[in-house]
T-cell receptor, first 118, second 116 residues
């Protein structure tokens, strides 16, 4: 079975500093994808970054980068130069085979609430 | 970018009534749509996957007769909560995957359901 773990319920960071949000995963599917989403208080899910299991290089999208360590099964999100608007809930998610169903779907971690302090 | 809408954005209903939530992909065709449920301060839990023109696939523990899903066209999926009870109160989020994409899913803004 696939599993996503986010061990940090909450994180604080000073404005303009960098912050790393942890995510570990487990799956037997060799072809999987890892996602990070931001959910502000409004509730919408905002896609941030994607990493495929076969991608050789770490994904980057502007101030977001994904530190993909395949052997350790970790996919940490790094936000550089934090801004006040970055305060939100952040979810790590994985798209992989669901058990023996033959289907692939997104499974979400429990989330990390990030608060950026001025 | 790809846009997914949900209607209504929030709804309050009385216990025992049914509520329909619509999910539309506005600028792309979605062969697959997903319905998630999110309780306060918790993660998103996949309820079901719907493919256009076929029956939805429900995740373990989700009652098919209570949460009716219809995916009648490539741009519209509906979730009907039948005989709603207070414990059905939650945030329901849909997402849609374009047929041409291999991984990307676009999320709707969510619908907050409160059953009194």
């Amino acid at each position: 079975a696939q599993k996503i773990t986010q061990t940090q319920p909450g994180m604080f960071v000073q404005e303009k500093e960098a912050v790393t949000l942890d995510c570990t995963y487990d799956t037997s599917d060799p072809s999987y994808g890892l996602f990070w989403y931001k959910q502000p208080s409004s509730g919408e899910m905002i896609f941030l970054i994607y990493q495929g299991s076969y991608d050789q290089q770490n994904a980057t999208e502007g101030r977001y980068s994904l530190n993909f360590q395949k052997a350790r099964k970790s996919a940490n999100l790094v936000i550089s130069a934090s801004q006040l608007g970055d305060s939100a809930m952040y979810f790590c998610a994985m798209r992989a085979l669901l058990g023996d169903t033959g289907r692939r779907a997104l499974t979400f971690g429990s989330g990390t609430r990030l608060q950026v302090q001025p | 970018g790809a846009v997914v809408s949900q209607h209504p954005s929030w709804v309050i209903c009385k216990s025992g009534t049914s509520v329909k939530i619509e999910c539309r992909s506005l600028d792309f065709q979605a062969t697959t749509m997903f319905w998630y449920r999110q309780f306060p301060k918790q993660s998103l839990m996949l309820m079901a996957t719907s493919n256009e023109g076929s029956k939805a696939t429900y995740e373990q523990g989700v009652e098919k007769d209570k949460f009716l899903i219809n995916h009648a066209s490539l741009t519209l999926s509906t979730l009907t909560v039948t005989s709603a009870h207070p414990e059905d109160s939650s945030f329901y989020i849909c997402s849609a995957r374009p047929s041409r994409e291999i991984y990307e899913q676009y999320f709707g803004p969510g619908t907050r359901l409160t059953v009194t």
